[in-house]
């Protein structure tokens, strides 16, 4: 091997000097040491213009520097290792060999040639290589990128680029988007997860060239990717964008409902308001298509957002699943995804809305084994925390063996979310809360993280279980959170579910009438799976009487929510 002598030494020290001790700079210089002396790279230094920058060391100055040592490397490439590099440019993030020769080259043989440059830019440092079980990905380090970007769009191919790139990704996730229900979903997610940033980028592309057909087939194609990854608020965020963008345009029909039922479904996961708006949107569209199939899928999200966003109570959301279902299981339509895996999720919808019974537990069995047979972890994870919907029929022993079945396949954080919520209502329903406040402990983070603001219905039942353990301080403050937030964003349900929750904590300060007259203005009205209003009227009833009870539940019937809400606001505060 090569060892410097004392004038290689001095040189080295120089360059060091005249690249003013950038990392990167140095770096892409010592690339070149295979085939350049260190004397022989400090005489082209101090002749490309570098040492110029090197007197001083301000933010400014440094970053000249930098420019000018990769514009040196620049120069020193062959023009197809130029071409290359510049369109690599374009990429997000890490990306793969086979996305650099189709966005960077047109013909086979270019595509040889591309994976030649990329050996060469490597070589030089110019581009990164990074090895992992999935393959080989590379990346530019951000300033490299930078640098290449402008080269890029000084030649005038940054327009051509950005839509072979976008027209890459959205191939991609075509092809990826079945593998996301099956045997192979594992690898599916991971490998999306690797080209997410590269994704986010086609969707901007997207926009810019107006292209709503190309938008909506990625973001259906994104489906259960967002559900897996716990992504709903983008999700909706997107599927709205891109309902806006088909809007007024030629754009597909189908295409554009499809993309509604993924934001209706996402929106009503996370208890969006926005849901309301993207499920009008599909009632419309599947309106204009006129199939049972769609009809049927709408109706289903429709009663998707009104079970969250209302509650089972008023029995809207289990008419609207009726419907839905009359239209879903007469069709003989061609589906939107695997005809099996629409039936599970069918199915799992059924069990969580409709009256339970005998022919509920027969459904649900039957999706667990769609589920597994699709080999569909995550259909598998999110099916098995509906069990609690069961409970009456299946038994608390089984649904509890049911919910550490779903925790043991789950897949991402998101299902475990979900699998940890529901394990906590189950706990608390059998009294025991310390296990329930681990679980909704648990599941409430992982929402807050997501959503970036307080989740009521774990928030209200974590609550609950923090007082019947003698942690009622805490259950106040966490139910101060969520007042807070109730009171910005008013939603009647959502208020109402709180003040059940509320009469729960009220009871355990001994605030009886309080309590009673928020359990009155509840008017039976709670979150899914709980049984603590019960258990709170229960309480009442041993300090106050029957009568006494009724009288004061009566008066709270007829607050004012809002004005109710400030009263025991004021009471915890005190």
């Known amino acids: 091997g090569w060892s410097p002598n004392d004038e290689d030494l001095a040189a080295i020290e120089m360059i060091c000097d005249r690249l003013a001790g950038i990392p990167l700079g140095i770096e892409l210089v010592a690339a070149r040491i295979r085939s350049m002396t260190p004397i022989e790279i400090l005489e082209v230094l101090d002749t490309s213009g570098t040492s110029r920058f090197a007197s001083t060391k301000s933010e400014f100055e440094r970053n000249r520097t930098l420019d000018a040592t990769i514009d040196w ?54 581009v990164v290589a990074e090895h992992d079980a999935d393959g080989t990905r590379f990346r530019l380090l951000e300033p490299i990128r930078q640098w290449a970007l402008e080269r890029l769009a000084e030649v005038g191919e940054l327009d051509e680029i950005r839509r072979r790139h976008a027209d890459w990704y959205t191939d991609l996730i075509d092809r990826l988007a079945p593998l996301t229900m099956g045997h192979e979903q594992a690898s599916a997610f991971r490998r999306i997860r690797a080209e997410y940033p590269n994704i986010r980028l086609a969707f901007e592309t997207l926009v810019e060239c107006d292209e709503p057909d190309g938008y909506l087939d990625l973001a259906f194609g994104l489906y259960w990717f967002w559900a897996h990854e716990g992504l709903h608020l983008e999700a909706c965020e997107r599927c709205l964008r891109g309902l806006d963008l088909a809007a007024g345009s030629s754009a597909d029909l189908q295409r554009q409902a499809r993309v509604a039922l993924v934001g209706t479904n996402c929106g009503a996961w996370t208890r969006l308001p926005a849901a309301l708006n993207i499920a009008d949107r599909f009632d419309a569209l599947a309106s204009e298509l006129g199939t049972d199939h769609a009809m049927g899928w709408a109706l289903l ?27 879903l299981d007469a069709r003989n339509e061609q589906t939107w995804f695997d005809p099996r895996w629409e039936r599970a999720i069918h199915l799992v919808m059924y069990a969580a809305t409709l009256p339970t019974g005998p022919a509920r537990v027969e459904e649900f069995e039957e999706a667990a084994d769609l589920f597994e047979t699709l080999g569909d972890s995550a259909g598998l994870a999110m099916h098995y925390s509906q069990s609690l919907q069961l409970v009456e029929w299946l038994g608390e022993e089984r649904t509890a063996d049911l919910m550490h079945k779903g925790m043991s396949v789950v897949t991402s954080p998101s299902w475990a979310s979900l699998c940890q919520s529901r394990a906590g209502l189950l706990h608390q329903r059998r009294g025991d809360h310390i296990a329930a406040v681990v679980d909704l402990d648990a599941a409430l983070r992982f929402k807050i993280d997501i959503l970036g603001t307080m989740y009521g219905p774990d928030a209200r039942s974590l609550a609950v279980s923090l007082g019947e353990i003698g942690r009622l301080r805490e259950a106040e403050q966490l139910m101060l959170e969520v007042i807070d937030v109730g009171l910005q964003d008013v939603n009647e349900t959502e208020s109402l579910y709180t003040l059940a929750a509320l009469a729960s904590l009220l009871v355990m300060r001994s605030d009886n009438e309080l309590a009673a007259q928020a359990l009155g203005r509840a008017g039976g009205q709670h979150d899914h799976f709980v049984t603590h209003p019960n258990r709170t009227r229960e309480r009442l009833v041993e300090r106050l009487g029957e009568q006494a009870v009724v009288v004061v539940e009566e008066k709270g019937a007829h607050l004012d929510t809002t004005v109710l809400l400030e009263r025991i606001r004021s009471a915890l505060t005190r």
């Not at 440019?89 to 966005?103: E, I, K, R």
């Not at 429709?302 to 279902?325: D, I, P, Q, S, W």
């Open 301 to 327: 999200m429709r009663g998707a957002v009104t079970l969250n966003l209302e509650g089972a109570e008023n029995g809207r959301a289990g008419a609207f699943l009726e419907a839905a279902r009359e239209r």
């Open 73 to 126: 490397s620049f120069q020193l490439l062959g023009g197809p290792e130029r071409r290359v590099f510049r369109r690599l440019a374009l990429f997000a993030g890490t990306f793969d060999l086979a996305a650099a020769q189709s966005v960077c080259t047109c013909s086979e043989i270019e595509q040889l040639k591309a994976a030649e440059s990329i050996d060469a830019l490597v070589d030089q440092s110019l």
